[in-house]
C-alpha cells in the first residue's frame, strides 16, 4: 500500500494566519491527492481534489499544490470555522489510504 | 439534493457481525461507485471497500479481505457493509461515500457515520 505521511501532526495558530500542512507520499502519485477538512463530531469535507482543484463551494482561501511525493494544503486568512483536522488521501492506488491528519488548533 | 442516509448505531459483541445500511437519493444511484470507510475513536480514517453499483463489482482493502462485504440493492438504492468476526478493534464509526464525479477515488458526499460498539 502507498503509505501517506502528514506534518506536522498539529499545529497552534491565529485568526488570520497563513496556514500550510505537508503531506509526503511513500511513492510517486502523480497529482492524485486530495485534502479534505473534518470538524469534530462532523463529517468529513472535500476541500481539495487532484492536488489542486478547488471544490465547488469551498473559499478560496485554501489551495492546494504539489506533484509526484510532496504536498501542500494552505489556509490563508485563517477563519474561526477552519479550526479542524485535516486530512490528505491519495487517490493514485485502487486501495486508497490517508493521512495521519494535522489538527489546526486556536 | 445529494443525501445518503445511514442506518442507526449498533452493539455487537465480539465474534459477531454487523450490517449497515446507507440509502442514497438526489442523484443517480448507479452512476456512480460507493465507498465505506471507517474512523475509530479518536483516529483517522481507513478505507474498507468499494462497489459499483451498476454490475456489482467490488474492491476491498487487503487487511479486510474476507472480512468485508459490499452490497447493492438498486431498488432501493441502498449500499450494505458487513462486517464479521468483530473483535473491539472494530469499534469506530463507519461511513458511506460516494465518488465524486469524473474524478477517480474522490469522495464528494457522506453519510451521518454509523457508530459500532463491539463490547462483551
Known amino acids: 500500500d502507498i503509505q501517506m505521511t502528514q506534518s506536522p501532526s498539529s499545529l497552534s495558530a491565529s485568526v488570520g494566519d497563513r496556514v500550510t500542512i505537508t503531506c509526503r507520499a511513500s511513492q510517486s502519485i502523480l497529482n492524485y491527492v486530495n485534502w479534505y477538512q473534518q470538524i469534530p463530531g462532523t463529517t468529513p469535507k472535500l476541500l481539495i481534489y487532484?492536488?489542486?482543484s478547488l471544490e465547488s463551494g469551498v473559499p478560496s482561501r485554501f489551495s492546494g499544490s504539489g506533484s509526484g511525493t510532496d504536498f501542500t494544503l494552505t489556509i490563508s486568512n485563517l477563519q474561526p470555522e477552519d479550526f479542524a483536522t485535516y486530512y490528505c488521501q491519495q487517490s493514485y492506488s485502487p486501495l486508497f489510504t490517508f493521512g495521519p491528519g494535522t489538527k489546526v488548533e486556536i | 439534493q445529494v443525501q445518503l442516509v445511514q442506518s442507526g448505531a449498533e452493539v455487537k459483541k465480539p465474534g459477531a457481525s454487523v450490517k449497515v445500511s446507507c440509502k442514497s437519493s438526489g442523484y443517480s444511484f448507479t452512476s456512480y461507485y460507493m465507498h465505506w470507510l471507517r474512523q475509530a475513536p479518536g483516529q483517522g480514517l481507513e478505507w474498507l471497500g468499494q462497489i459499483n453499483p451498476n454490475g456489482d463489482t467490488t474492491r476491498y482493502a487487503q487487511r479486510f479481505q474476507g472480512r468485508v462485504t459490499v452490497t447493492s440493492d438498486t431498488s432501493t438504492s441502498t449500499v450494505y457493509m458487513e462486517l464479521s468476526s468483530l473483535s473491539s478493534e472494530d469499534t469506530a464509526v463507519y461511513y458511506c461515500?460516494?465518488?465524486?464525479?469524473?474524478?477517480?477515488?474522490?469522495?464528494?458526499?457522506w453519510g451521518q457515520g454509523t457508530l459500532v460498539t463491539v463490547s462483551s
Open positions: 461515500a460516494r465518488n465524486r464525479p469524473m474524478v477517480t477515488r474522490t469522495l464528494d458526499y
Open positions: 487532484s492536488a489542486s
